[in-house]
């Protein structure tokens, strides 16, 4: 049972989808792309982005009675993986998936929190700032200097607010005007992080699952061969790429 899909639920599909294993999906739209692969034997509608997640766990429940066999959740977003990792006491029983403590995945699905975490285990990062005003958010920028990624600590708030999550800054001026427009000033959400150069075919990632002694089990490797959306990291306002 996979639990929000996109491109990456499509590869899941497809790898569990060819050993034989019969593949549910559950997403807010049956009509994401990701949909027509010929391994999803069964689309489900369920939007856990607007759902309380009392009412996410009852639909879970009842949706394991259709599958006749102990299942196993995949939650592929940040709100599955948190739901997924809170609530775990009732589904136990009927579907197998992986233990993770709340707050681990608390701090992991937020960017400010998982660039903490990397400093404070000395794993390298971009320089980052979580500023509280555009005063700030400028003082740092004229440290850093320009190109600056302008981005969320949680993607989610920000796509709901003005449909992007980053931007890139090539200027004082488009930092004041993006600033202005994408921060919510009553709950500041908005990074400046150093910009590391390349297009996005030079971005590489890394997927794995460790077991409890932190021994990678499975490793997989990708590579960014485009973007989507296309103009995911231009300006909202500028159109600049």
């Known amino acids: 049972m996979i639990l929000g899909v996109h491109y990456g639920s499509l590869a899941i599909a497809r790898s569990l989808g060819r050993l034989g294993v ?3 999906g559950v997403d807010s739209d049956l ?3 990701a949909f027509a692969s010929r391994y999803f034997v069964r689309r489900h509608r369920w939007d856990f982005a607007k759902a309380s997640p009392a009412s996410s766990v009852d639909f879970l429940l009842d949706l394991r009675t259709e599958l006749g066999r102990h299942a196993v959740l995949i939650p592929t977003t940040d709100d599955t ?3 997924v990792a ?7 029983h009927v579907y197998h998936f992986q233990d993770n403590p709340p707050a681990l995945v608390c701090r992991l699905r937020r960017k400010w929190e998982l660039f903490a975490l990397a400093k404070s285990n000395g ?6 700032l979580l500023p509280r005003s555009l005063q700030e958010a400028q003082r740092f920028a004229d440290q850093i200097k320009y190109p600056l990624l302008l ?3 949680d993607g989610s708030r920000l796509e709901a607010r003005v449909m992007r999550k980053m931007v890139i800054l090539r200027t004082a001026g488009e930092l004041t005007e993006n600033y202005s427009c994408m921060e919510d000033p009553a709950d500041p959400n908005l990074m400046l992080q150093e910009y590391i150069p390349g297009g996005d075919d030079a971005v590489w990632m890394f997927n794995g699952y460790f077991n409890r002694k932190s021994e990678c089990v499975a490793g997989f490797t990708g590579k960014k061969i485009r973007q989507h959306p296309s103009a995911a990291r231009s300006s909202p306002t500028t159109g600049n790429q």
Not at 123 to 128: D, I, W, Y
């Open 22 to 24: 019969r593949v549910h």
């Open 31 to 33: 009509r994401t792309s």
């Open 81 to 83: 993986a948190q739901l």
């Open 86 to 92: 809170d609530y775990t006491a009732e589904p136990r």
């Open 123 to 128: 794993v390298p990062t971009p320089n980052t």
């Open 151 to 153: 981005k969320a600590s």
